[in-house]
């Protein structure tokens, strides 16, 4: 295969990945780019192989280990996607991060060790190994710092996207202490003198020194994220992964990981800034942490106050005799596998000639699109989902808002100086005529903040697993 070909088909993946990121931009036409995606990555995955064999002189033993790669790598990617629910996305976007980040941390470290096996430098005559190129070391540096930080940070944003670790730093609230900015920043800098060191002098001990700083930094930088911030630490990570897979590119002369890894590197970091912006937070904001309040303290405070409370059959009664209709859907409704119910009892309303629409918030559930995901799933219209800044003008003239396990996303404590989440745009379900919430219990959301909108005279509750009362909501309507 000659290297004209290669050049060729890497740039037609890349063209592929191009439309698969167009393609994802919007419901209507993801299925095209997720076509788009696996089409590029089959191309590049082959051609890859393809040279991998030829480099090797077409021996038998190079071509079983890259079947057995493939063998391995696309077995267990098939496994976790079939086996995988929908409420455990956002971990195991999480899990495909670090393996990415972990990934270019070995690269780094076989091309540190053996330059001349990736065509870094050629050995002389006398089998003799040439010192790397500066600007080589200086690749290997960033792929691997970024690889590392990546995967530790990732690992760290599983824990707390899974929930169900007793182990502090896997938990949602934010680990903060004394000290901790400026503990962050020595470390960045003494990884980034021990780079520089490893360029200059191309010292292992430097070398792996730095990745340990790395690995560590990793961590510090997401234990004081707290769990409202996780949609923008997902989408941060996946530009993270991103960069490091386009540093070891350049560390390999490979085109492909150059384009592959500044696509997912520059359309992470925009999605970043997406998700703050609909948070109205910086990003540094973000990356220093501490976002919310008490939650022992929150819990406290619901005690002494009472709430409206009501069952299916009323809400049932509500909505029949409403005539438009906003629902809500939040993280409980993805942890509740709900999301088919709530079709069932749209299609249902609809049929009374009850207008019904969807709101979706940007930060809403645990990742960027995790609503968008979980209705899309569930074969709703898409012409019946908005968006926040799409939908919001509307709740004040809607008969009927149905929140379902969202809390954060509709707080109105955004619009309150002092609240952590002040200047946060929201869902402005408050404005509905009336308002349904149907949540497990009273518990705080992400944030860890107290929620004035279940408290209001308007609002009703109803207590329970959003799956079963939105079918038995469904029932009493028949």
């Known amino acids: 295969m000659s290297m004209n070909l290669v050049v060729l088909l890497y740039l037609v993946a890349s063209v592929c990945f191009i439309q698969a990121l167009k393609g994802l931009s919007h419901p209507t036409t993801s299925i095209r780019g997720n076509v788009f995606g696996m089409t590029g990555m089959a191309i590049a995955i082959l051609t890859t192989a393809a040279l991998i064999v030829e480099l090797s002189g077409g021996g038998a033993q190079g071509m079983v280990w890259v079947l057995l790669g493939l063998l391995v790598g696309g077995t267990a990617g098939a496994i ?202 910086s990003f540094i904001n973000v990356i220093l942490g501490g976002f919310g309040a008490d939650p022992a303290a929150a819990q406290g405070a619901q005690q002494q106050r009472t709430v409206k409370s009501g069952s299916a059959d009323d809400a049932a009664f509500i909505l029949s005799n409403a005539e438009s209709v906003i629902i809500v859907p939040g993280y409980g409704l993805a942890v509740a596998r709900a999301q088919h119910a709530v079709k069932e009892l749209a299609q249902k309303l609809t049929e009374k000639g009850i207008s019904v629409k969807y709101a979706i918030h940007p930060v809403a559930g645990r990742m960027p699109g995790h609503m968008n995901v979980l209705l899309a799933e569930a074969e709703v219209p898409y012409d019946q989902v908005f968006e926040m800044e799409d939908i919001n003008p509307e709740f004040g003239q809607t008969d009927v808002a149905i929140i379902l396990g969202a809390n954060d996303v509709v707080n109105p404590a955004a619009l309150q100086k002092g609240s952590p989440i002040y200047g946060m745009p929201i869902l402005e379900a408050y404005k509905a005529r009336t308002v349904i919430v149907n949540k497990r219990s009273m518990a705080t959301g992400y944030a860890g903040l107290d929620n004035e909108l279940f408290y209001m005279d308007k609002t009703m509750m109803v207590f329970g697993d959003a799956k079963k009362v939105v079918e038995d909501i469904v029932k009493a309507i028949e």
Not at 81 to 90: D, F, L, N, Y
Not at 126 to 135: K, L, T
Not at 137 to 166: N, P
């Open 80 to 281: 976790m996607a079939k086996r995988v629910e929908m409420t455990k996305m956002p971990e195991l976007v999480a899990f495909m991060h670090s393996m990415v980040g972990l990934a270019a941390v070995f690269i780094a470290i076989a091309a540190a060790h053996e330059p001349y096996a990736f065509g870094i430098v050629q050995r002389g005559a006398d089998g003799a190994v040439p010192p790397i190129p500066v600007g080589n070391k200086v690749e290997l540096f960033l792929g691997a710092a970024i690889g590392a930080i990546t995967f530790s940070g990732s690992v760290i944003a599983f824990g707390k996207l899974s929930g169900k670790y007793k182990f502090r730093l896997f938990q949602g609230a934010p680990v903060v202490f004394p000290g901790q900015h400026l503990l962050n920043l020595a470390l960045g800098l003494a990884t980034l003198a021990l780079g520089i060191a490893y360029a200059v002098t191309e010292s292992h001990a430097a070398f792996y020194l730095m990745l340990a700083l790395s690995f560590v930094l990793g961590v510090l930088i997401i234990i004081p994220i707290g769990g409202a911030d996780m949609p923008v630490v997902v989408s941060m990570l996946n530009s993270y992964s991103g960069w490091a897979a386009a540093g070891i590119g350049f560390s390999l002369n490979n085109p492909m990981l150059i384009i592959a890894g500044s696509l997912v590197g520059s359309s992470g970091a925009i999605l970043s800034y997406i998700m703050c912006k609909a948070m109205n937070r």
